[in-house]
């Protein structure tokens, strides 16, 4: 089940909320989403809630032995096995196909790969718990003597299977205890429909452009002409952002509603000045978890010039591991890598914004092209057909149409990736505190934004591609 569907709206979602609405009490309100979380996380694999709960009972164990350690070499003992445990298991689900279809390309052996089934969202919850353990080991929160609270926090279906990586020491408080306002409830219904929004009816109609511009799995991936190519990328450029922070609004939407106050996890990245502040404000719970228990531990940049280089070169090997199991994922990272140094030793902050920004935006593009394409010969087809290199020229009819038929849905993406309409709703409400029009303007666009947000996105997902400003249809 994923939030973008009729049955989740609908059914469970629906269910939820009133169930919850009818608990009264912190700890019938607990047990409410923690049923709701099981049941939500079964939906897609039953067979992993063991697993799911496994891991929490070793994060739940190990942080109690560490917090009621006698010394630091004991208390760091717990934590390496703890970190063997979770990473262990991570690594035998994600990665054994990886490994076994490297060493079976290069060696023949073993003749026939066969690879677990990969649990859902097992990345998030075991970077979830490993965040847990290592802030206990550091003083930074007191171990959780309550499992089924730990299990919450690691189950919730707010975050548990596509993010963001929420921490324990940012909901503690609140997993005990919270209060939910009315503001509250408005906020993160609108937060929830905004990024429903962005992922049934933008994402999904850039999805369905990129499939037609850029066949992966089909001799055509090689055949498209040039402008095919740089449309493509553009809308799958739009697309990876929309999905993603689309989620991560749909997830901070259903915490408010309940209470919780999640950090962001995306700063509108679209808007930067370089690759650097691409990543300070592009999946900001991931790069933060790998600067506070990678990088950092390893020196970070205090530490001689050839020290530096290998700790951003671990950090960016290990981001783009996490992504995928495939050897794009792992080059998509070391491409940050190289232009993060390029940034650090030659550029600097020598250019003037506009330029930093025309560069980010240009790194950031051809990012995508490694992060899309698992096939070596698809990604170095695309690269050659993004620069005519192909033959096949720059235009034909099929393009142009698909362009024209999309050009509003691209002005539209453009937009939804700037900062515009949270700009204009906060001088919007600064001018409605003063009365007058203005606060009947706010008011009514207050009051039918998120209904009208939810209606398209279910239109969309019933099948029909719709926004307020054109029809979309390929």
């Not at 939804?416 to 706010?442: E, H, I, M, N, Q």
Request: aromatic share 18%; proline share 3%; net charge positive.
């Amino acid at each position: 089940m994923v939030f973008s569907s009729l049955i989740f709206l609908f059914g469970f979602l629906a269910l939820h909320l009133l169930v919850y609405r009818l608990a009264k009490k912190p700890r019938t309100q607990n047990l409410v989403l923690l049923v709701s979380s099981l049941v939500f996380y079964a939906w897609g694999g039953p067979a992993y809630i063991l697993l799911l709960m496994f891991e929490t009972l070793a994060s739940w164990f190990f942080g109690v032995l560490i917090q009621t350690s006698k010394s630091r070499r004991e208390a760091k003992r717990y934590l390496v096995l703890e970190c063997l445990v979770l990473l262990g298991l991570l690594a035998y689900y994600k990665y054994t196909g990886f490994l076994l279809g490297t060493t079976h390309a290069l060696f023949g052996v073993p003749a026939e790969v066969v690879a677990p089934v990969l649990p859902i969202g097992i990345s998030f919850y075991t970077f979830k718990l490993l965040s847990y353990v290592a802030d206990v080991y550091r003083g930074e929160v007191q171990a959780e003597y309550s499992y089924w609270r730990l299990l919450l926090y690691s189950s919730l279906f707010h975050h548990c299977i596509a993010g963001p990586i929420v921490r324990y020491k940012t909901v503690r408080d609140e997993l005990a205890q919270r209060s939910v306002t009315r503001e509250d409830v408005y906020e993160g219904f609108r937060r929830f429909c905004v990024g429903l929004a962005k992922k049934a009816i933008l994402a999904t109609a850039c999805s369905t452009a990129v499939d037609t511009l850029l066949p992966t799995g089909t001799p055509d991936i090689y055949t498209q002409v040039t402008g095919g190519y740089w449309l493509g990328a553009l809308f799958y450029f739009f697309q990876i952002y929309l999905d993603f922070s689309g989620y991560s609004d749909m997830a901070l939407g259903l915490g408010r509603m309940v209470g919780f106050h999640y950090l962001e996890n995306f700063d509108h990245p679209y808007e930067a000045i370089s690759v650097q502040d691409f990543w300070r404000r592009w999946h900001i719970s991931l790069s933060s978890f790998f600067r506070d228990y990678v990088y950092i531990p390893l020196g970070g940049s205090r530490c001689s010039t050839l020290q530096y280089v290998r700790n951003m070169f671990v950090v960016w090997f290990l981001t783009g591991m996490w992504h995928g199991a495939s050897w794009n994922f792992i080059l998509w990272g070391l491409y940050f890598f190289c232009f993060l140094l390029l940034e650090k030793f030659v550029i600097k902050k020598r250019m003037p914004r506009a330029i930093g920004h025309v560069y980010a935006m240009v790194v950031v593009f051809f990012s995508w092209v490694f992060f899309k394409f698992v096939d070596f010969g698809e990604m170095g087809g695309v690269f050659a057909g993004l620069f005519d290199a192909n033959g096949a020229g720059f235009m034909n009819l099929a393009v142009q149409t698909v362009f024209m038929k999309n050009v509003f849905l691209i002005v539209i993406c453009a937009v939804a990736c700037t900062s515009l309409g949270s700009w204009l709703r906060g001088k919007l409400r600064t001018a409605a505190d003063k009365g007058g029009l203005a606060r009947f303007v706010y008011n009514v666009q207050e009051t039918l934004v998120p209904p009208v947000l939810l209606a398209l996105s279910v239109v969309a997902l019933v099948g029909v591609t719709y926004s307020p400003f054109i029809y979309f249809q390929f």
